[in-house]
């Protein structure tokens, strides 16, 4: 997902297994990171991203080719879709989490099928 020239690494979250543990919040957000901080796999993540929008592009499905010198920035979003915002596992999870890439948590309900980042909370 692009936003100006900051791509948000997207990682939805649904059900009670993937709040913690092996699929958990704290996991992926260091798994994620460790492809951003590496220059190797960033650039790859930054390439494929390119190549996609190329083919939808090609496909007639977007307007435009993301091109890998226009991101400035990658970022992680949470997207947790029916979780209580108070639940204390998800709070546990959250302050497991260290690092210095950026990261933001979005609630969403499960019937909505729009991501406004205005309404996502800063963690990093």
Not at 19 to 27: R, Y
Not at 93 to 113: C, F
Request: aromatic letters at 6%.
């Amino acid at each position: 997902m692009l936003d100006g020239n900051t791509l948000y690494v997207v990682e939805n979250k649904y059900g009670l297994g993937a709040v913690s543990g092996k699929a958990g919040l704290a996991k992926h957000y260091q798994d994620i990171s460790r492809i951003i901080e590496d220059s190797e796999t960033r650039n790859h993540l930054l390439k494929s991203v390119e190549h996609i929008t190329h083919i939808k592009h090609a496909l007639g499905l977007r307007d435009y080719v993301v091109k890998v010198e226009n991101i400035h920035n990658i970022e992680i979003l949470f997207v947790m879709v029916s979780y209580n915002q108070k639940s204390q596992s998800i709070q546990n999870e959250l302050n497991q989490i260290i690092g210095e890439i950026k990261s933001k948590i979005l609630y969403l309900n499960s019937d909505e099928v729009t991501i406004d980042l205005s309404k996502a909370q800063e963690l990093i």
